[in-house]
């Protein structure tokens, strides 16, 4: 087996591609140690020293350090405890725990306009973030104000509040006259 790994625009944050599937849909995350406890490879992953969040997409593994770690000293951890998960046969995640399909639900009168918000982001910036090994999610929409849910290698990047604010906010503006802001929601 031979995992690929790419940085994301977050220092903090490593993406691991095991060159297999990772989760069959959606995305799953774990920013703590108490939240891996649905899925047997978090677990592992955080049980190297220094991992303080693990994210799955698809295809790959997102994991993020504390900053008092260098990578060169945690990442044939995480490489060997990726391997052995895989090679062990064990799920990526325990039956009871299900992966997120992302987006909130919204009930009330913008409905419309929720659609339109959740249609741009799964087609315009999900798949761009999901590059950079993390993930953007409806989280709420109120009096033209967007909430946004960053996960993965999007939380704590430092280049976020520029995505959101020049990216997502523009280009929603763009489309959805009724958007006046994004906001990130923790």
Known sequence: MFIQTESTPNPAT??????????????????????????P?????????????????????????????????????LLGAIMEHYQSGAPVMGADHQASSGHADHDGEDGEIVGQIKELLDSRVRPAVAQDGGDITFHGFDRGVVYLHMQGACAGCPSSTLTLKMGIE?????????????????
Do not use: C
């Open 14 to 39: 490593l993406k691991f591609l095991p060159g297999q599937s990772v989760l069959e849909m959606g995305t799953a995350d774990f920013p703590t140690p108490d939240a891996a406890g649905g899925s």
């Open 41 to 77: 490879l978090a677990q592992r992953l955080f049980g190297v020293n220094g991992v303080t969040g693990v994210f799955f997409g698809t295809d790959f593994v997102t994991v993020t350090k504390d900053d008092a770690i260098e990578w060169d000293h945690i990442k044939p951890s």
């Open 170 to 186: 523009n280009l929603l503006r763009h489309y959805i006259p009724e958007v006046t802001e994004v906001r990130p929601v923790a």
